[in-house]
């Protein structure tokens, strides 16, 4: 019979732009969350810019948009979007 693994849980995704990248990636690995970066072109009111996306697994939220926060100052933005998604997965 096979186990049942599925997982109901958040996940933050902090879209950011494509500034100081080593930075905010040892940001991350110092930080001891699990993440994911993933690297694209996006626009910001208009304007096409290199953007990245940081998704968050099983981080409480208070500790995901502290490190938005972070990033934010590093990046010198006036704002940086922080999403909260609803996630169900199993572990293979």
Same mark, same amino acid.
């Given at each position: 019979?096979?186990?049942?693994? +599925?997982?109901?849980? *958040?996940?933050?995704?902090?879209? $950011? %732009?494509?500034?100081? &990248?080593?930075? *905010?990636?040892?940001?991350? #690995? &110092?930080? /001891?969350? @699990?993440? $994911?970066?993933?690297? /694209? @072109? /996006? +626009?910001?009111?208009? &304007? =096409? %810019?290199? !953007?990245?996306?940081?998704?968050?697994?099983? !981080?409480?939220?208070? #500790?995901?948009?502290?490190? =938005?926060?972070?990033?934010?100052?590093?990046?010198?933005? =006036? &704002?940086?979007?922080?999403? %909260?998604?609803? $996630? +169900? /997965? *199993?572990?293979?």
């Amino acid at each position: 019979m096979p186990l049942n693994l +599925s997982k109901e849980s *958040v996940m933050y995704r902090i879209l $950011t %732009e494509r500034k100081n &990248a080593d930075q *905010v990636k040892n940001l991350l #690995v &110092a930080s /001891g969350l @699990d993440y $994911t970066i993933f690297y /694209g @072109d /996006g +626009s910001w009111h208009g &304007a =096409a %810019e290199y !953007s990245m996306a940081i998704e968050l697994d099983n !981080s409480p939220r208070i #500790v995901a948009e502290s490190l =938005a926060q972070i990033i934010k100052f590093i990046n010198g933005q =006036a &704002a940086i979007l922080i999403q %909260e998604i609803p $996630t +169900s /997965g *199993v572990l293979l």
